[in-house]
Nanobody, 125 residues
Framework: QVKLVESGGGSVQSGGSLRLSCAAS????????MGWFRQALGKEREGVAT???????SYVDSVKGRFTLSQNRATVTVSLQMNNLRPDDTAIYYC???????????????????WGQGTQVTVSS
């Protein structure tokens, strides 16, 4: 079992910045992938940024150039720096974890077995 603890989030005005962090504990051995996903009201959950052993983050097109995902594989943590936030970034953000067969990562929502409790990000115009 793996437990995920998220921190960060909150409310900002358009153009502002926030930082999300997620720490995994428990059975975190092996080649793992982690990432941040979000779910806006009335929409499906989508992958925002994911990262694996290759340390090459993958981003959804809408956040490229604004969000930066980093990881610490020794402490099994990931952090998402979100800059130039827009109102359409408003959503509940979830951290996810699982083991993976490749050094890359995946944004496939059903793939992930472990999820954090979610943290609200609200961007006002």
């Amino acid at each position: 079992q793996v437990k995920l603890v998220e921190s960060g989030g909150g409310s900002v005005q358009s153009g502002g910045s926030l930082r999300l962090s997620c720490a995994a504990s428990g059975d975190t051995r092996g080649n793992w992938v982690m990432g941040w996903f979000r779910q806006a009201l009335g929409k499906e959950r989508e992958g925002v940024a994911t990262i694996g052993m290759s340390n090459n983050p993958s981003y959804v097109d809408s956040v490229k150039g604004r969000f930066t995902l980093s990881q610490n594989r020794a402490t099994v943590t990931v952090s998402l720096q979100m800059n130039n936030l827009r109102p359409d970034d408003t959503a509940i953000y979830y951290c996810a974890f699982d083991t993976y067969y490749s050094s890359a990562s995946t944004s496939n929502v059903p793939y992930y077995s472990y999820w954090g409790q979610g943290t609200q990000v609200t961007v006002s115009s």
